[in-house]
Structures are given as structure tokens and as C-alpha cells.
């Protein structure tokens, strides 16, 4: 039987973070990706250098593709070192793979990363979600309850 699975994943050190995903997108699940990287990759990593900000996932070939992330060369390295912007593949179950193919193609879902970090164990890992595009009047109203939000728990600190 296999092992249940913690209902948050292990960040120890947060690399990138897509900051703009939550605010463009309707959040509806979560995944744990390993991703296959050549070993200058993992050291821009560990230097704290990424960006995921303009970049998407996609199912292609039974296999999950994270395009356009940027992973800057990494400076020490020699003539082995690595492409910025390559599609690089992540690392799932097949049921994972085949759940998200399934909504990508039948509820027109997008896959969405949402930061790359290290782990506990110092293996570099994606958070990828499943997400459905908002239009301008749901990021408006968002907008709004977010700052009723504050608004609010301002209130509550000033009257007690």
C-alpha cells in the first residue's frame, strides 16, 4: 500500500515563485514535480537564480514538459555549460501524468507552476498546479475581497 502523502510539500529553500499564477488563475490542484536538470542547472539554482514567471507546463509524449523557465548559466561553469531557456522535463506518476491530460484536454485547464524550490532531502522540486484562466471581472472582484481583507484585520487590531 502506498505511502500517504503530506497535505503540504517540504520547502526548505524557495528558489522562484510565480507570483502573478494566483492572481491570473483559479487554483483548483496541486502537484510535486522533480525536474530533470544537468548539473550547471542545479548549481544557478542553489545560487538563488530562476525565474518562472512567464512559464507554462505541457503533457507532450506521456510526459510533462516545463517550457520557458529561465535558469541563468551558470558563471564557474566551462564549455558543459547548460541552455537558459530549454524545455525541461518533470518528473511524475503516470496516474499524475495521466490526470492532468485529462483535464487539460476535456476542461481546457492549464498547467501552471507555481515556485521552484529544494527540498529537505536537497532534491530541486516544482510546484505545478491545475489551474483555470480568470477574466478581468473575476480578478477585479478578487482584488476587492483582498483588500476587505486587510481592511478588515485592520480593523480588528485598532478595536480589540
Known sequence: MARPKPPTFDKQKIVAENRKARYNYFIEDTFEAGIALHGTEVKGLRGGQGSIAESYAEVKDGAVWLVNATIPEFSHAN??????????????????????LGAVERKGMTLVPLMVYFNSTGRAKV???????KQAHDKRQSTKDRDWQRDKARLMREKG
Open 127 to 133: 510546484e505545478l498546479a491545475l489551474a483555470k484562466g
Open 79 to 100: 564549455r558543459f555549460n547548460h541552455e537558459p531557456k530549454r524545455p525541461r522535463k518533470l518528473l511524475l506518476h503516470r496516474r499524475e501524468v495521466e490526470r492532468m
